[in-house]
């Protein structure tokens, strides 16, 4: 489908769009991720609030991968985890396929483990040193009570063979095995119990360059040929754009602007995801000479202490009163074009 979307500057950017448009598998509304900050040397008492993620709504398709970047510490990865419960959000609705995550408990919760994972950032530190390959890829399958006997050894070597690895390796330990393969092993693991989301924390960000197209390749693989709906969390822009059917942008907890990856790339509304999109090397030395750069000043405010209004007042080069005043609305510009702006 060719759509047709205004820029900033009232030019028309004609963009072909990749939204995939099935049913919502996961919808978010009013998210809210708070870590209490607490003081005291006698008597602990809470004083603030760290606003890690700050009421955010979207949703993500079945099938589609949503790419979701920001800076480091905008609540990405605790979006990532609120999600699938392994932080129980302060506030807001997680809906699965049908099913309040929020008001689901102890077993009830998790069972419904198995139709979502998570992909972690660091291949080193997320394997346990003292467990073989085929006890981390095992563990979810014991945990669910899924194949058993050699059921359980023959789903084992048929995930190993699926990302990569060579069956025989089953019996070897993580310290045996390069970061790329590590990365596999973490892959499998999240595919052993059939999921049908799958939170992938900046997989490739810790690899070589070399080897983070493999991973991404494998990751677009496995997701044809398990149906898989991924949530892909990165800071690099190029690889989210390689991946993603549609990218979210965020900043200081908040959602800045949603939509179709070519709409957002050719035709960026926010002065943020603007900035971001700037700092992006282009091949053409052309057009690298002659695109402009936006370079922000000042800091990242803490979000201990957010600023009111418009998170990005502070660092926003077209900011009016408006917007350190009050909070800008999240609406659709044009279909599934989503910004949180007073100026756009």
């Known amino acids: 489908m060719t759509t047709t979307a205004s820029g900033s500057a009232g030019s028309k950017v ?6 995939k448009h099935g049913e919502t598998l996961v919808n978010v509304e009013g998210l809210k991720m708070y870590f209490p900050v607490n003081a005291g040397l006698f008597v602990q008492k809470k004083v603030a609030d760290v606003r890690a993620v700050d009421n ?22 605790t979006t990532g985890r609120a999600l699938i419960q392994l932080y129980r959000p302060t506030d807001g609705s997680v809906n699965f396929g049908g099913t309040e995550l929020t008001k689901l408990k102890g077993n009830d919760l998790r069972r419904f483990r198995r139709r979502m994972q998570m992909i972690f950032q660091d291949p080193y530190s997320s394997l346990n040193p003292r467990m073989s390959v085929q006890q981390i890829i095992g563990e979810p399958l014991a945990i669910h009570g ?5 059921e359980r050894k023959e789903r084992i070597e048929y995930i190993l063979q699926a990302v990569g690895l060579n069956p025989a390796f089953a019996r070897r330990y993580p310290h045996e095995f390069s970061g790329g393969q590590r990365q596999r092993i973490g892959i499998g693991r999240a595919l052993a119990v059939e ?23 494998l990751l677009e ?20 754009r390689h991946i993603s059917d549609r990218v979210a942008v965020m ?23 603007k900035a971001l999109l700037s700092a ?20 990242v405010p803490s979000p201990l202490r957010p600023p009111p209004g418009c998170v990005f007042n502070t660092r926003c080069p077209i900011a009016v009163d408006e917007c350190r005043e009050r909070v800008p609305e ?6 599934t074009h989503w910004v949180a702006c007073h100026r756009v």
């Open 330 to 335: 999240w609406r659709e510009i044009v279909p």
């Open 14 to 19: 004609a963009y072909q769009s990749t939204v």
């Open 221 to 240: 693989d496995l997701q044809e040929q398990f149906g898989l709906t991924y949530l892909f969390i990165a800071h690099d822009l190029a690889v989210v």
């Open 56 to 77: 955010l709504s979207f949703h993500v398709l079945k099938g589609e991968t949503l790419g979701l970047v920001g800076e480091s510490g905008c609540g990405k990865s």
């Open 146 to 150: 899924l194949y058993k006997g050699n």
């Open 251 to 273: 900043y200081l907890g908040k959602m800045m602007e949603l939509a179709d990856r070519n709409e957002l790339y050719q035709n960026p509304l926010h002065p943020y995801t």
């Open 280 to 299: 992006v090397p282009i091949t053409d030395p052309e057009l690298e000479r002659t695109r402009e750069r936006i370079i922000l000043t000042g800091d």
């Open 195 to 217: 999921p049908e989301f799958i939170v992938c924390d900046e997989p490739v960000s810790a690899l070589d360059v070399s080897i983070q197209a493999q991973v991404i390749n």
